[in-house]
Every structure is written in C-alpha cells, then in structure tokens.
C-alpha cells in the first residue's frame, strides 16, 4: 500500500468525523462519546482499507463495483446494528 493511499484514506475519516463533532456544538441532539468517535473512526478506516484493498486486487470495473459495494453494505449493516440494534445483537446500541 502507498503512504499516499494511507493519508487520503485518514484524511477522509477525520473529514468524516468532523460531520458529528461540528453537529454536537450546534446542536444537542448530537451526542457522541470519546467511544463512539473511536468506534466509527476504527469502522471508517478499515472500510477505507477494504476498498483500497478491493481497488487493488481487482482488475475488471465490473469486480471492483460489487466488491466495493459488499463492502459498503458490510458498513452500512454494522453501523445501523450499533447505532439502534437492526438485528438485536448485544452490541446493539441502546
């Protein structure tokens, strides 16, 4: 992997990141915690990876679509189970 690949990708987290930190000082409705920024900031970096990954190791547009998108949908099912617990599993959120 390239260093430069490395710092696009924690450079998209933190842009990310920012989206909550910016809403929890105008408005009460947004409330994370240290762990919740260390959780989606974990989830968003290895998803970042993932695609890259996927990027990489495919060759043909077609491949490299529905691997980024499983991906994205890994993401999206992990981050609405801990969110409000689609699936009720015990790290459901509460």
Do not use: Y
Not at 15 to 31: A, K, R, T, Y
Request: proline share 2%; net charge neutral; hydrophobic share 60%.
């Amino acid at each position: 992997m390239k260093t430069e690949n490395l710092s696009i990708i924690l450079m998209v987290v933190v842009g990310i990141l920012l989206i909550p930190f910016i809403g929890m000082q105008v408005s009460e409705e947004v409330n994370w915690t240290g762990s919740d920024f260390l959780i989606m900031g974990i989830l968003l970096f290895l998803t970042g990876l993932a695609i890259n990954f996927a990027l990489i190791k495919f060759k043909t547009l077609k491949s490299r679509i529905i691997a980024c998108a499983v991906i994205l949908f890994v993401l999206f099912v992990i981050w609405a189970e801990l969110s409000v617990g689609i699936l009720g599993s015990p790290f459901a959120g509460s």
